[in-house]
């Protein structure tokens, strides 16, 4: 059957590649990576012909097969009839869809017939799939999966991510990039992409020549089929959008693709992450399909076991533990491992060749080490996984904003030592005035202007000049009228009411966030009834961007009616105001 199997996906390929191409632009919604499995085992089991579909093949398909198959169940549920749909409609269209096929409308309205039921068998594996996590929760996914190293990565101190400046700069010294953009351009404009291969010989060998890629030796297999490295590059242009498609069967290099590397830091950054999971492009590549799917994640694997040794792992550690995990999640992981050993040297020769082509890792005196770009993927491959990681700027890099915005979220003792360690690298004057600005971005975040507020009145007399500067941003005013007169400066304005009032309905919007016991509390503190009614009296005047939902909290979690009852005369009253 594995024969079968890969003679199969190699005769799908370039059908595939080439759907892959049309969706993007005829069916940008559709999840065209679901369309493989279903391609694959039409032409397995239901027909000889790739492009003869008849109605009963759905069926077999989608119901007979794909619940013994399909590797993510939720996804398929959500997403492989509408992919299906969308691969039917390119046969049809791209004319594909052979002698002997049923009309694609009648097609259509059998996938509609066949939806719930597919659906619902998804939806019954993914029942199971719970039960079997209950009876064995430290199961994985895979070579690739993150989440049984979850508890390892949430304890990791804390990760120093670099800036974006540096960061961008890095991405334009990327050699993979650099040979997406070279293919793209080769590419040009309108080329025609075949039947048999996206390219054919003549045309591959050229594309093997601008990539610096030596002509493999005649064998048994087709040109098209041993030259694995020339289909990962391409795939990278797709995946960065330097390659676009162009109309039926046509393919274009996208009119920015000459620019890389693009100047503006923000575009670099973008580019590089749209590609970031090319990363898989890395596992080994073997004549057995199973085999490659033994060692599909390896690369994953790696990255996810030095970021766990803080950045940096010996080589021949990585080579055991990773030998040793492709033997347990997978029953033909060893013999995998040793038929990537004879092929490649070493199964790891592919990953870091790839990941080091990606500018994520360095190798030296076979020591693994991530590089600043490849921290910064691999926490956002761990973020994208919904597991926990303690990742900041570095002390010289982070911002204003960023220290303000970390330091809310951090308990007191870690928020005043990044504080006391972002002082030491920065002129206290200058310093005040960076955090002011920053709290004054947005009137509607109070926590960090409490923040910013705190951390500036710690540096006493020397903030001065910036608490003056505050008086004219609204937001801030209140706070540094309230410091200038508690420093004793003169002719400093005395504190108003309506400044007292918004660092009110500050404190308020915070305790807000924290939950009803605690907003009542905060209440609590401001007075009895009888001031609270009186506040309410006259509050409602204050311009704050929380005023109106301040109110309408107050009206329905206070227990005192008389309370309620001031509460929504004085959203009425600022409603009526603002109108």
Do not use: C
Request: charge should be negative.
């Amino acid at each position: 059957m594995t024969d079968r199997i890969e003679a199969a996906a190699a005769e799908l390929r370039p059908l595939l590649q080439n759907f892959i191409l049309w969706a993007r632009e005829n069916a940008p919604g559709s999840d065209s990576n679901l369309v493989g499995s279903v391609a694959l085992w039409h032409r397995l089991i239901a027909s000889d012909d790739v492009g003869r579909w008849r109605q009963s093949d759905l069926r077999t398909v989608l119901l007979d097969r794909m619940p013994q198959v399909v590797e993510d169940p939720d996804a398929a549920a959500d997403g492989m009839v509408p992919a299906v749909r969308a691969y039917l409609t390119f046969l049809s269209e791209s004319d594909r869809l052979a002698k002997g096929s049923a009309p694609l409308g009648d097609l259509l309205a059998e996938l509609d017939r066949l939806e719930d039921d597919f659906v619902d068998a998804m939806e019954d594996l993914v029942v199971e799939e719970d039960e079997d996590d209950e009876y064995d929760e430290e199961e994985s996914e895979g070579l690739g999966d993150f989440e049984p190293f979850a508890d390892e990565l949430s304890e990791l101190p804390t990760i120093r991510l670099r800036p974006d400046s540096e960061l961008a700069e890095a991405t334009r010294r990327t050699p993979l990039i650099s040979k997406a953009r070279d293919l793209a351009i080769w590419v040009g404009s309108e080329r025609r992409v075949g039947e048999t291969s996206l390219l054919d010989d003549a045309e591959i060998t050229e594309a093997l020549a601008v990539l610096g890629i030596p002509v493999p030796e005649k064998g048994d297999k087709s040109l098209a089929d041993s030259v694995p490295a020339l289909w990962n590059i391409w795939n990278l242009a797709i995946d960065l959008d330097f390659l676009q498609p162009e109309g039926e069967d046509t393919v274009s290099i996208d009119a920015d693709t000459a620019e890389w590397p693009f100047e503006e830091d923000d575009d670099a950054l973008d580019a590089w992450m749209a590609g970031l999971h090319s990363i898989d492009y890395g596992d080994p590549e073997l004549a057995d399909e199973e085999a490659t799917i033994a060692l599909s994640g390896l690369t994953r694997a790696l990255l996810v076991r030095v970021l766990l040794a803080t950045g940096s792992k010996p080589l021949a550690e990585l080579r055991t533990e990773l030998a040793e995990a492709a033997a347990e999640y997978d029953d033909l992981g060893a013999e995998a491992w040793a038929a990537a050993t004879a092929q490649y040297g070493d199964p790891l020769n592919p990953v870091l060749d790839w990941l080091a082509g990606y500018g994520m890792v360095e190798v030296e005196h076979d020591q693994v080490r991530l590089t600043p770009l490849g921290m910064e993927g691999v926490v956002h491959l761990v973020d994208e996984a919904d597991i926990e990681l303690d990742a900041r700027p570095a002390i010289d890099a982070m911002t204003a904003l960023d220290l303000l915005s970390f330091g809310s979220e951090l308990p007191e003792e870690e928020a005043d030592a990044e504080f006391e360690a972002w002082m030491e690298l920065r002129a206290p004057e200058q310093a005040a005035r960076d955090l002011l600005e920053a709290a004054a971005e947005d009137d509607a975040n109070a926590l960090i202007r409490v923040q910013a507020a705190s951390m500036v009145g710690s540096l006493g007399e020397v903030a001065v000049p910036a608490w003056r500067e505050a008086l004219d941003e609204p937001s801030l005013r209140p706070y540094a009228a309230t410091h200038l007169a508690q420093l004793g400066v003169e002719d400093a304005p005395t504190p108003t009411q309506a400044d007292t009032h918004w660092l009110i309905l500050d404190m308020l919007t915070i305790s807000a966030g924290l939950g009803r016991p605690e907003f009542v509390s905060s209440l609590d503190d401001i007075g009895n009834v009888p001031n609270l009614v009186s506040l309410l009296e006259v509050i409602w005047k204050v311009p704050h961007p929380h005023l109106e939902e301040l109110l309408e909290a107050i009206g329905k979690a206070h227990p005192d009616k008389q309370v309620g009852k001031a509460a929504k005369r004085a959203l009425f009253k600022a409603r009526s105001g603002q109108n």
